[in-house]
């Protein structure tokens, strides 16, 4: 599957309603993001399973800002809706497949429950005077 460009309104459809979805955060004017560009491309033809999407932090600067996006290329993984990896930097191409791999690999159900926790432990620490 060849890669999507991702915006504001499809973002959010796009992670909740695919297994696995793998976001590249890029600009046309950052060198890092055309050089990962076509490891992006390649992995999203390996991996016709995987979404490949790619959000232009210059046209979607709401989504990016949403999203936490510092610095360019960053790379999100989502899996069943949940974000499961986030990383700055291009990433060489093993890297990426082992990163497919990897998401592939989780068992979301021990995810749910840890994030579970996660909240649960949040929700009860006392609020700061």
Avoid at 10 to 20: D, H, L, M, P, S
Avoid at 65 to 78: C, D, E, V, W, Y
Avoid at 98 to 114: F, H, P
Wanted: some cysteine; charged content about 25%.
């Amino acid at each position: 599957m060849a890669t999507i460009d991702l915006t504001e309104e499809t973002f959010g459809a796009t992670v909740e309603e695919n297994g696995i979805v793998l976001v590249d955060f890029w600009a046309a004017w950052c060198g890092p993001c055309r050089q990962f560009a076509p490891t992006f491309t390649a992995a999203s033809e390996k991996h016709p399973e995987v979404v490949f999407g790619k959000v232009d932090t210059e046209a979607e600067q709401r989504l990016a800002g949403a999203a936490g996006i510092s610095s360019i290329p960053t790379l999100m993984g989502f899996r069943d809706g949940i974000l499961v990896f986030s990383q700055a930097g291009a990433l060489p191409p093993a890297a990426l497949e082992q990163l497919v791999t990897a998401i592939e690999d989780l068992d979301m159900d021990d995810v749910r429950r840890r994030l579970a926790e996660s909240e649960q432990e949040s929700a009860e620490e006392p609020a700061a005077p």
